[in-house]
T-cell receptor
């Protein structure tokens, strides 16, 4: 019974395509996040939602658009994919604490 | 702005030897500090955290870390390395924003354990 689950686990696509990554958490947490991990393992926060409201929006290209239909879901849509978007994208959640619970990641490869 | 510096992108130890992974932070407010571990093809898991109180914190798998305000450090140690400790380790600092925490991660340290 996975606490934070992401789909798909692997995503291979061509430049210029549009793709989405889905995330769901069954922990009852109010806050969800998207992080990007590059090839050197560096983790950078992209977005954070609290109870469906955007609260953190780092300097991310506007080709990236998060959507939170309810507090258990946070999806990431990426338009016009570029080579530099290749990375592992992690969803995470937290509740009233600073502790993050991570999904297992989505490895995006843009060819 | 908060930041985290991990000294050494790679650390190699022999099985049974002491593990020491170094982390220094910068924060304008009392920090919340963390160590996370990432095994291959997995997400990050919390090892331990410091928020307030005792400066020596114990985590899972025999790891511990000491918060030293004067040195702005939060180094991770384990007395005796095990092969299963081989993984990527991330130090992180957290800042409370409206509606939730923003966690900033260091660049990570890959721990290799030799038999």
């Amino acid at each position: 019974d996975t606490a934070v689950s992401q789909t798909p686990k692997y995503l291979v696509t061509q430049m210029g395509n549009d793709k989405s990554i889905k995330c769901e958490q069954n922990l009852g947490h109010d806050t969800m996040y998207w992080y990007k991990q590059d090839s050197k393992k560096f983790l950078k926060i992209m977005f954070s939602y609290n109870n469906k409201e955007l609260i953190i929006n780092e300097t991310v290209p506007n080709r990236f658009s998060p959507k939170s239909p309810d507090k258990a879901h946070l999806n990431l849509h990426i338009n016009s994919l570029e080579l530099g978007d290749s990375a592992v994208y992690f969803c995470a959640s937290s509740q009233d604490t600073e502790k993050l619970f991570f999904g297992s990641g989505t490895q995006l490869s843009v060819l | 702005a908060q930041s985290v510096t991990q000294l050494g992108s790679h650390v190699s130890v022999s099985e049974g030897a002491l593990v020491l992974l170094r982390c220094n932070y910068s924060s304008s407010v009392p920090p919340y500090l963390f160590w996370y571990v990432q095994y291959p093809n997995q997400g990050l898991q919390l090892l331990l955290k410091y928020t307030t109180g005792a400066t020596l914190v114990k985590g899972i798998n025999g790891f511990e870390a000491e918060f030293k305000k004067s040195e702005t450090s939060f180094h991770l140690t384990k007395p005796s390395a095990h092969m299963s400790d081989a993984a990527e380790y991330f130090c992180a600092v957290s800042d409370l924003k409206t509606g939730g925490f923003k966690t900033i991660f260091g660049a990570g340290t890959r721990l290799f354990v030799k038999a």
